[in-house]
């Protein structure tokens, strides 16, 4: 079976500080990574995925992820963050190796950019 | 990507009424999929809609309550019928090409419905 923790329900963050949103996951093969971002009253919006590749994935809006193997991690990051960046983050994770198996969401985590 | 039109964006209905969701797509694709997003919850898969062929459903859901059609590569609708205040949640169209496994999905921006 697969899964996805986002371990934060909430994280706060001062505007121009780095932020950085936690995801763990858990599948039986490869993974296939993405995080997805959800704006008040908005549907979700793509940001970035891992498939295969580089660990280190850039994405939209200044956003970054690191897939880490060993820690079965792939935390999204950015450098400074804004005000505009406060929405619902997702994280989803796929079993590369199950064709036909579907995505698997995180219950979200809350950013809050404060000025 | 693809550009997904999703109406009512948001209604208040009445329980034991039934509501019908659409989902229109500028450009044929090969996946559609319907979500649930309950109040300070993740999404949930409720099914697959599949072009001229019953819809696939995901555990916890039948198609009594939640009937899909999906009548060509473009379009779809969602029913939630004989609604109760449980209902009330984000309902998220979702589609995606070829190569959705590993592209992932684009969203539509989702119908809010509150049952009274």
């Known amino acids: 079976a697969q899964s996805v923790a986002q371990p934060e329900d909430q994280v706060n963050v001062a505007e121009g500080n780095p932020l950085t949103v936690k995801c763990t996951y858990s599948v039986s093969g490869n993974p296939y990574l993405f995080w997805y971002v959800q704006y008040p009253n908005r549907g979700l919006q793509f940001l970035l995925k891992y498939i295969t590749g580089d660990n280190l994935v850039k994405g939209s809006y200044g956003f970054e992820a690191e897939f880490n193997k060993s820690q079965t991690s792939f935390h999204l990051k950015k450098p400074s963050a804004l005000v505009s960046d406060s929405a619902l983050y997702f994280c989803a994770v796929r079993d590369s190796d199950n064709y036909g198996q579907n995505f698997v969401f995180g219950p979200g985590t809350r950013l809050s950019v404060l000025p | 990507s693809a550009v997904i039109s999703q109406k009512p964006s948001r209604d208040i209905c009445q329980r034991g009424t039934s509501l019908t969701i659409q989902c229109q797509v500028d450009s044929q694709v090969t996946m559609m999929f319907w979500y649930r997003q309950q109040p300070g919850q993740s999404l949930t898969l409720i099914a697959t809609?599949?072009?001229?062929?019953?819809?696939?459903?995901e555990s916890g859901f039948v198609i009594d309550k939640f009937p899909i059609s999906r009548p060509n590569l473009t379009f779809s609708t969602l029913t939630v019928s004989n609604m109760s205040p449980e209902d009330s949640s984000i309902y998220l169209c979702?589609?995606?090409?070829?190569?959705?496994?590993?592209?992932?999905?684009?969203f539509g921006s989702g119908t809010r419905l509150t049952v009274v």
């Open positions: 809609a599949n072009q001229g062929s019953e819809a696939t459903y």
């Open positions: 979702s589609v995606g090409g070829d190569s959705y496994l590993s592209e992932g999905y684009t």
